[in-house]
């Protein structure tokens, strides 16, 4: 089966290359993630070939960010708080701030930082992501949107949480947005919900496997995604997205005087996947740890050989 879902994996890649844009995005049925069943399997997701997109998120904000730590962190469309936690254990950032607005999640993450004991740096409310109202102006070292801008309705939603993360980053920050991208034909979308989607079937993550079919009809084109840049912003934007698979993309505003989207070489070893690999062979056994560390090293290559566009 893991050999079958790789051909899948680089059939849908060798596709994505070669056919024009036919699909139309299929917005979500809704944009709120509020049922106990739902936010139970994404609780869970760590524990699928998911954890690998916030392996490669880590090490992206590592090699990016203008300071190697200290200062606020703000982590939008949180969750159940796995990426706001890790920005706390792994990132060094001083007190970071989940916000969502499913309250299930918001309890879920407060749960999450309470029992790894992280409730005295880590804090979770609700709040609009277009707007950011809690928050003053350039309060922020780091502010993070990922794995969510496909949830809104249209691109101007996208374009006004850019905008508000653009007010709420201090001008020396990092601006960080990640997202899927919405693939050429909906025979490519298949063979890539199948090369990934078996990992949730067999962990029995129904409503998440659901949302990752409906997610992929609902993403942005990476021509539509950089359109969502701010139009008023003294930053510098930066579009990156991979050269094989189409696994993720992403919009980095950085300090106006940046020259190059890099600073610092990768790490020897991931801490969140150091942290994880333990974990996943006491629950999921050795054959899956191996297998999910060979294709986080596929990853890191991934990130090494993206490509970067300046989009303004």
Same mark, same amino acid.
């Given at each position: 089966?893991?050999?079958?879902?790789?051909?899948?994996?680089?059939?849908?890649?060798?596709?994505?290359?070669?056919?024009?844009?036919?699909?139309?995005?299929?917005?979500?049925?809704?944009?709120?993630?509020?049922?106990?069943?739902?936010?139970?399997?994404?609780?869970?997701?760590?524990?699928?070939?998911?954890?690998?997109?916030?392996?490669?998120?880590?090490?992206?904000?590592?090699?990016?960010?203008?300071?190697?730590?200290?200062?606020?962190?703000?982590?939008?469309?949180?969750?159940?708080?796995?990426? &706001?936690? =890790?920005?706390?254990?792994?990132?060094?950032?001083?007190?970071?701030?989940?916000?969502?607005?499913?309250?299930?999640?918001?309890?879920? =993450?407060?749960?999450?930082?309470?029992?790894?004991?992280?409730?005295?740096?880590?804090?979770?409310?609700?709040?609009?992501?277009?707007?950011?109202?809690?928050?003053?102006?350039?309060?922020?070292?780091?502010?993070?949107? &990922?794995? =969510?801008?496909?949830?809104?309705?249209?691109?101007?939603?996208?374009?006004?949480?850019?905008?508000?993360?653009?007010?709420?980053?201090?001008?020396?920050?990092?601006?960080?947005?990640?997202?899927?991208?919405?693939?050429?034909?909906?025979?490519?979308?298949?063979?890539?919900?199948?090369?990934?989607?078996?990992?949730?079937?067999?962990?029995?993550?129904?409503?998440?496997?659901?949302?990752?079919?409906?997610?992929?009809?609902?993403?942005?084109?990476?021509?539509?995604?950089?359109?969502?840049?701010?139009?008023?912003?003294?930053?510098?934007?930066?579009?990156?997205?991979?050269?094989?698979?189409?696994?993720?993309?992403?919009?980095?505003?950085?300090?106006?005087?940046?020259?190059?989207?890099?600073?610092?070489?990768?790490?020897?070893?991931?801490?969140?996947?150091?942290?994880? $690999?333990?974990?996943?062979?006491?629950?999921?056994?050795?054959?899956?740890?191996?297998?999910?560390?060979?294709?986080?090293?596929?990853?890191?290559?991934?990130?090494?050989?993206?490509? $970067?566009?300046?989009?303004?």
């Amino acid at each position: 089966m893991e050999g079958l879902n790789t051909v899948r994996l680089i059939a849908s890649a060798i596709l994505q290359k070669i056919y024009p844009q036919r699909l139309e995005r299929t917005p979500e049925p809704t944009a709120l993630t509020a049922h106990e069943g739902a936010v139970a399997n994404y609780d869970r997701v760590l524990f699928t070939k998911m954890a690998l997109l916030y392996s490669a998120i880590l090490e992206f904000i590592h090699r990016t960010r203008p300071q190697k730590s200290g200062g606020d962190a703000l982590d939008i469309a949180c969750g159940p708080g796995h990426l &706001t936690l =890790a920005l706390a254990r792994f990132m060094n950032y001083s007190r970071v701030t989940g916000v969502d607005l499913s309250e299930p999640m918001i309890r879920t =993450a407060a749960a999450n930082a309470a029992r790894l004991g992280l409730g005295d740096r880590v804090s979770f409310q609700s709040e609009d992501a277009t707007r950011l109202d809690s928050f003053p102006d350039h309060r922020f070292q780091l502010t993070t949107f &990922t794995d =969510a801008s496909h949830h809104l309705r249209d691109l101007d939603s996208v374009s006004r949480v850019l905008a508000a993360m653009d007010r709420v980053t201090r001008p020396d920050g990092l601006v960080l947005v990640v997202d899927i991208i919405r693939l050429k034909t909906r025979r490519i979308t298949d063979l890539y919900v199948e090369s990934l989607g078996y990992d949730y079937v067999r962990q029995g993550l129904n409503y998440f496997l659901e949302d990752f079919k409906n997610s992929m009809e609902a993403a942005w084109t990476m021509d539509e995604f950089r359109k969502t840049v701010p139009q008023k912003t003294e930053r510098r934007w930066v579009h990156w997205t991979p050269r094989f698979v189409p696994s993720m993309q992403c919009l980095l505003g950085l300090p106006a005087d940046r020259t190059r989207l890099f600073v610092r070489p990768f790490w020897k070893t991931n801490p969140f996947t150091d942290y994880l $690999t333990p974990l996943w062979k006491e629950r999921l056994g050795p054959s899956w740890t191996r297998q999910t560390l060979l294709e986080e090293r596929l990853n890191r290559w991934t990130l090494k050989t993206g490509k $970067t566009d300046w989009v303004r």
